[in-house]
């Protein structure tokens, strides 16, 4: 059953969907924010629908990008925040351990060099 946005939801969701077509982590940024606001209720019942039917994606994909969003989001929040992964690709490995241990994997990664 689909949902209402505000206006203020509404305007969310194409400022999101806008970004979507920017750089690959600001993507995976917006798709997160629509996925954490439920911003795609208006249209769809789940999220799983929204982004089969409007970018073409399976569930396993769209959840390795929120992932993604949401692993550089606690490295760049750590003290190392400014050696960052190059791509998904690298991140994907620290996506297996619990959030909050994410960016201290990463600093292990890279030498715990700052």
């Known amino acids: 059953m689909t949902q209402e946005l505000s206006v203020a939801e509404f305007g969310e969701l194409q400022e999101c969907e806008k970004e979507m077509s920017g750089g690959h982590l600001q993507m995976c940024r917006a798709l997160l924010r ?14 799983d629908e929204y982004v089969d039917d409007r970018w073409g994606w399976k569930r396993s994909q769209a959840f390795r990008l929120l992932n993604y969003a949401k692993t550089m989001r606690e490295i760049e929040k750590s003290p190392i ?3 960052r992964p190059k791509n998904e690709a690298q991140v994907r490995p620290l ?10 994997a990463w600093f292990e990664a890279v030498g715990g060099k700052e």
């Open 81 to 83: 925040g400014d050696i």
């Open 95 to 104: 996506t297996r351990l619990p959030l909050e241990d994410r960016a201290g």
């Open 34 to 47: 629509i996925h954490d606001m439920k911003l795609y209720r208006e249209q769809y019942d789940s999220f």
